[in-house]
């Protein structure tokens, strides 16, 4: 891995696909270990989550189902503290078992509106699971079940991350260069 340019920012290597394969399985072994036998509903949030998703569902053997929403809070390399729901919720999560899956959970305002649209429908249990945490930005107050990776508050791309649009085809994660 070697420093890459996307846009008008350079990107350091900074987790590989290796590393990020690991994470990927740990998130899977935990999920495996609490709802084997629970039928979830996994509701996957577009676009970072997507290959995230992808990979966690081969590991997978056990009856679930799958959902996606889509939501933005990200404005360039900076969150703008404001939800835009794009396409909205279509599942009924009246006495479900519902585990949110994330690409990166920074300062939590995102994943904050769509527990509260979740909890209005009365789930059994509602979980997030997320590929990376970033624990300093960190704001709310809910808990997050499955974490693959603690990450610091750097702006990052790959693997499903983007910076305007761009970079989420890349199998590594690439932290920007300061």
Do not use: W
């Amino acid at each position: 891995m070697s420093n890459i340019r996307v846009l008008d920012k350079t990107f350091k290597p900074y987790l590989s696909s290796l590393q990020i394969d690991r994470a990927v399985s740990k998130v899977a072994e935990e999920i495996t270990r609490d709802f084997s036998d629970k039928n979830p509903l996994f509701l996957v949030i577009l676009n970072g989550a997507f290959m995230f998703a992808s990979d966690l569902f081969k590991k997978f053997n056990f009856p679930c189902e799958i959902s996606f929403v889509k939501l933005a809070s990200y404005i360039g390399t900076q969150t703008s503290s404001q939800v835009h729901e794009l396409i909205g919720l279509k599942e009924e999560m009246r006495g479900r078992n519902v585990i949110i899956i994330e690409d990166i959970v920074d300062t939590g305002f995102t994943l904050a509106k769509l527990r509260e649209q979740i909890l209005l429908q009365v789930p059994a249990d509602l979980q997030i699971a997320t590929l990376l945490f970033k624990p300093k930005a960190f704001v709310e107050r809910y808990k997050l079940a499955y974490i693959g990776l603690e990450i610091p508050n750097d702006f990052i791309i790959g693997y499903g991350l983007d910076y305007n649009g761009y970079g989420r085809n890349l199998p590594d994660i690439y932290q920007i260069n300061s």
